[in-house]
């Protein structure tokens, strides 16, 4: 096949530091041409993903982020450029509602984000010509008019990671400097129970450093280290010398990269039991999940689960090369359906789940109930 990638315009592919989103359509093109596809990628200009760039694209736009005029630009370029594509899957929000009408080729496109009563209209609007994949059982929940063409959990490059001792006597915490993630929780949380807490985290937007200065930097004490955002190889060695990643989030994520991140250095997780955290932590045997005020009493024992067995869990579930192969079998069933002049809305597709659940990876039907 061959398949054009949208990404939005704010951030290069791959990442250079934070970047959830980027991360997986980098291992998606890598993989895509990994197996022999043809793969054409619609990213800032400065990306350095393998895969071949549309001609015309601009440079990466940080300080765009968000921002609705530079999205829908980008977008117009992106689907000007991917012409002669089988399958276009889209990573934007308004993309396939403004560039679905000039493409001949099947248009798909993954809810990356909360299932809000704004992006959920969209969704709806979009849901007769685009098929729709959510990236957690819990985020398909959310909005049950919203039709899920699949859910197909995210995975990454798990043997590229290192795995880790986790004797370095800490527990770690990484993400976003924001309430959500739970960064005070995970310091209280430490604290708590007694064991050293180190803090990587992105901090550039205004918000994200006023949050920083008001609620966190006051609580910082000798019992926790604060780092600042880190890279690739700088965070995987923190989380695989970590005895715990501390996850308290305090909203329903609609899939959490950075635990299977953790598991992927060996590192048990320890968190929240919050949107799509129960459909990648085992508990009991790759972490624990229980409610923030509780969740000291556990941090102590992820020292004695077998962080082989982590690692052995994101490898089986959680791999791009899984997936890859999940993409790919939906974006086969909709060349043939449009080959054959079936509409390729995700109303007019039989929901399956196409990624990994809790006990193991399956295929099969959706449930879209509230749980």
């Known amino acids: 096949m061959r398949i054009g990638l949208i990404s939005a315009p704010w951030i290069p592919i791959p990442p250079v530091g934070y970047g959830g989103i980027e991360r997986v359509i980098d291992s ?11 793969v054409l990628l619609a990213a800032a200009s400065d990306s350095t993903c393998p895969a071949p760039l549309v001609p015309g694209m601009r440079p990466a736009e940080p300080e765009q982020l968000g921002f609705s005029l530079s999205e829908l630009s ?12 089988d399958v276009i899957h889209d990573h934007t929000l308004a993309g396939p509602l403004v560039g679905r009408r000039t493409s001949r080729a099947p248009v798909v496109t993954t809810i990356h ?16 010509d685009t098929a729709i ?6 985020q398909a929940s959310r909005v049950p008019d919203v039709p899920i063409t699949r859910v197909i959990h995210h995975g990454m490059d798990v043997a590229a990671v290192p795995e880790g001792s986790g004797d370095g006597g800490y527990a ?15 310091i209280q949380i430490a604290r708590r129970a007694g064991i050293p807490l180190r803090i990587a985290a992105k901090m550039r937007e205004p918000e994200e450093i006023e949050f920083f200065r008001s609620a966190v930097e006051p609580l910082l004490g000798t019992n926790e280290e604060f780092l600042g955002e880190l890279g690739d190889a700088d965070k995987f060695a923190l989380m695989g010398d970590a005895m715990a990643f501390l996850n308290p989030i305090q909203w329903s994520e609609p899939f959490g990269l950075v635990m299977i991140e953790s598991l992927a250095t060996g590192t048990p997780v320890v968190g929240t039991p919050i949107g799509s955290a ?26 004695a689960l077998d962080r082989a067995h982590c690692r052995d869990r994101a490898l089986k579930l ?10 790919l079998d939906l974006y086969s069933n909709l060349v043939e359906k449009s080959r054959a002049g079936v509409p390729v809305g995700s109303s007019l597709l039989q929901n399956r789940m196409g990624g990994a659940v809790v006990r193991g990876a399956e295929t099969g039907p959706v ?5």
Request: charged content about 20%; overall charge neutral; hydrophobic content about 45%.
């Open 367 to 371: 449930s879209i109930r509230r749980t």
């Open 278 to 303: 129960p459909e990648i932590v085992d508990h009991g045997r790759t972490g624990f999940l229980a409610p923030t005020e509780e969740l000291h009493n556990f941090l102590p024992l992820a020292a």
């Open 28 to 38: 998606l093109a890598r993989g895509f041409l990994a197996a022999g596809h043809e």
């Open 172 to 186: 770690c915490f990484v993400g976003r400097m924001c309430p959500d993630k739970g960064v005070v929780e995970a």
């Open 74 to 85: 980008h977008v117009i370029r992106a689907y000007a450029g991917l012409h002669n594509v």
């Open 133 to 138: 994949i959510g990236i957690s059982r819990d």
């Open 318 to 327: 959680f791999s791009t090369e899984r997936m890859v192969a999940n993409h």
């Open 113 to 128: 984000g909360p299932l809000i009563p704004a992006s959920a209209d969209l969704y709806r609007a979009m849901a007769g």
